[in-house]
């Protein structure tokens, strides 16, 4: 996106803040098209670009309503991602498709040098707004849907530290040491076998 003067990058919530643990709101159609919240939506968006996160949620910059944006695109902290356009999510809702689940290696732009592996469904139905209240209704695989579980998660105050295994916790530094190869082959065959 374009810098415009209108955008700003916010402050990110860390871990321990009680923000992060509230329960975001849903937005109505008549917020949705105001002003203050379409200027959220561009910050959220100018928010994650500058730390490149993969996605960021409303209430990670102190806004308790139930948005979230994600994209991957070249990502310097998750380089084996593929990519995903940029995505507004208003409102969603997330319906897992079977029960097949896999292990996902997760960090947080709210939780500073922490990573873990949490289960996430592999196969998720998405229902949202965009941004400008168009209906999303998609199917989403892979380490995609664990993005969408991990972001709509931050939406019921939850973060992904309540759904690792905690003995599976790492640093970047030793992520990349002990965990990275073994991670992106297992996941690389996943998306293989189930797109994204
Ligand atoms: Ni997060």
């Not at 919530?13 to 200027?39: D, F, K, N, Y």
Request: charged content about 25%.
């Amino acid at each position: 996106m374009r810098y415009s003067p209108g955008m700003a990058i916010r402050k990110i919530a860390q871990i321990g803040h009680p923000v992060l643990r509230q329960v975001a709101r849903e937005v109505t159609r008549e917020e949705l098209a105001s002003p203050a919240i379409q200027q959220l939506i561009a910050d959220l968006i100018e928010t994650m670009h500058d730390a490149d996160g993969a996605g960021l949620a409303a209430i990670q910059i102190y806004e308790p309503v139930r948005i979230a944006v994600i994209e991957v695109r070249n990502n310097p902290r998750y380089p084996y991602k593929p990519p995903i356009p940029l995505t507004v999510l208003v409102n969603p809702v997330l319906t897992p498709i079977g029960d097949e689940l896999f292990d996902n290696y997760e960090g947080c732009l709210s939780v500073p040098n922490l990573r873990g592996l949490v289960k996430r469904h592999v196969h998720l139905r998405v229902q949202a707004w965009d941004r400008a209240g168009a209906p999303i209704d998609d199917v989403v695989h892979g380490l995609k849907a664990g993005t969408f579980q991990h972001e709509v998660d931050h939406l019921d105050g939850k973060v992904f530290v309540d759904r690792a295994d905690p003995s599976t916790f790492t640093t970047w530094t030793e992520f990349d040491r002990h965990h990275r190869a073994a991670f992106v082959e297992r996941v690389t065959a996943l998306v293989a076998r189930v797109g994204s």
